[in-house]
């Protein structure tokens, strides 16, 4: 596949406008087109042990989960393990490309498969996401009637106001009066500029109707995870559960205040990675998480919640066997996609 048409496919996949706003996801670096992909290489993350298995396996394009661009690079040379990175990929042209929270967020992504690691359970986002463009660009809605006299000027200032889409006129009859209906649409911004336009014609004023624009959520789309199971397991039995499902020889465990092992969990929350800031304030037995801190740990335990901690890239790195398989249907077996061998998270029971 040419490189474009797979980067767009890969986006059809997981929109880029699902993942967080501090993230860096997409394509991350291009080799000089045209550019053929006829192999995709999956890893968690981009070391250079990864690098080096992706040239030896002839991969066209890498996809990193973690993005191993993050913050700017201010040059490219061959002081740092990242700059060397971006040097190689070139060098080989191989392109980069890191979905990360992306895939967090869809249905059929990272969390989810996380969850299967519970048991038979049903699952709600705990942070859901809202659609990306819908309904409209701004925030507000803004309706108005006005009549002949002061239809033209009003128009004319409000034109002059940044940040206003969707200005529309009707016509309109008000109380057997021939008027004009505006509706427009704006940011919160331009919201507070377009009320102090319309509060100097009383008028005007009391004819305004502004509505909050709402986007919608999407179902089963979102961070993190609330799952219920459908039978109560000691917190025992959900250990093993989760070290089979991650194939762990271990696992962290922190007893919630008051209970045990042998505690029932029946709800448990969870999130991918490092999961401090989207679990933190949920009610539930149990958190599941790759890494959280020290602090957020022990409000956890004292609130009665047990924590099971499997370090940050444990708890993603074995989607991707299930991603290779998704993305073979989702590409049409046009391309060869294998999962990389060297990839581990970098800290180990010793």
């Not at 474009?4 to 967080?20: G, I, Q, Y």
């Not at 002949?148 to 200032?157: C, G, M």
Request: proline share 6%; net charge negative.
């Amino acid at each position: 596949m040419n490189l474009r048409e797979l980067v767009s496919a890969l986006n059809n996949f997981a929109s880029p406008s699902l993942a967080e706003s501090w993230d860096n996801v997409g394509l991350l670096v291009e080799p000089s087109p045209p550019h053929t992909v006829n192999t995709l290489f999956l890893t968690n993350d981009l070391t250079e042990e990864v690098m080096e298995e992706a040239v030896q396996k002839k991969a066209d394009l890498i996809l990193s989960y973690h993005p191993p661009i993050f913050t700017p690079l201010k040059r490219v040379t061959w002081k740092t393990w990242k700059e060397r990175l971006v040097v190689r990929a070139l060098e080989n042209r191989i392109g980069i490309y890191s979905p990360h929270t992306a895939y967090d967020a869809i249905p059929h992504g990272v969390n989810n498969w996380l969850a299967k690691g519970l048991g038979t359970c049903t699952s709600v986002p705990l942070r859901p996401s809202t659609a990306p463009s819908s309904p409209a660009e701004g925030t507000h809605r803004v309706e108005f009637c006005a009549d002949a006299e002061h239809l033209d000027a009003v128009l004319s200032k409000i034109k002059d106001i940044p940040e206003i889409s969707c200005l529309t006129t009707l016509p309109a009859r008000v109380e057997s009066e021939e008027q004009t209906r505006v509706s427009l649409t704006c940011s919160q911004k331009a919201l507070l500029e377009v009320v102090a336009l319309l509060s100097q014609n009383s008028l005007l004023y009391h004819k305004t109707e502004i509505l909050l624009l709402q986007k919608p959520l999407l179902p089963q789309t979102g961070m993190g995870r609330l799952c219920t199971l459908s039978e109560p397991v000691s917190l025992s039995d959900i250990i093993e559960r989760v070290k089979g499902h991650l194939q762990l020889p271990h696992v962290r465990v922190a007893v919630g205040a008051g209970r045990t092992l042998e505690s029932p969990v029946k709800k448990a929350a969870l999130c991918a990675g490092s999961g401090s800031s989207v679990l933190k304030g949920t009610e539930a037995d149990l958190y599941l998480t790759g890494e959280m801190s020290h602090h957020d740990v022990l409000d956890a335990v004292a609130n009665g919640i047990s924590v099971i901690l499997c370090e940050h890239s444990n708890t993603e790195r074995g989607f991707l066997s299930e991603l290779r398989d998704e993305l073979t249907i989702h590409l049409q077996n046009k391309i060869n996609i294998i999962v990389s061998e060297k990839d581990r998270d970098p800290l180990q029971v010793a």
